[in-house]
């Protein structure tokens, strides 16, 4: 059984640092790009950053700069570094595994539980 498991969500001033993780169990991801996608209440799930096999990058425009996806694949562990939080960061970070392109432009099937990330001005 596959699970994706976050972490390190909570509540920070604007301006603070947050450090998500994604622990994967149950299969290995290292051939297969990871993401992270986030969901504001009352809005759309967005897409946040991806990192492919090989460590290629991407990211949602607005946030380039302040946000930083990285992994381990010996851990199976993708993480998400965010610096600068600000109020519209606020929402709930889901981890996304298994997609069959580089960027995750289309989502793998593997879905984490989420974690909600809160910053107060």
């Known amino acids: 059984q596959v699970q994706l498991v976050e972490s390190g969500g909570g509540l920070v001033q604007a301006g603070g640092s947050l450090r998500l993780s994604c622990a994967a169990s149950?299969?290995?991801?290292?051939?297969?790009?990871m993401a992270w996608f986030r969901q504001a209440p009352g809005k759309e799930r967005e897409y946040v950053a991806a990192?492919?096999?090989?460590?290629?990058?991407v990211y949602a425009d607005s946030l380039k700069g302040r946000f930083t996806i990285s992994r381990d694949n010996a851990k199976n562990t993708v993480y998400l570094q965010m610096n600068n939080l600000k109020p519209g960061d606020t929402a709930v970070y889901y981890c996304n595994a298994g997609c069959s392109d580089y960027g995750c432009f289309q989502p793998g099937d593997y879905w984490g539980q989420g974690t909600q990330v809160t910053v107060s001005s």
């Open positions: 990192i492919s096999w090989s460590g290629i990058t």
């Open positions: 149950g299969r290995t991801f290292s051939s297969t790009a």
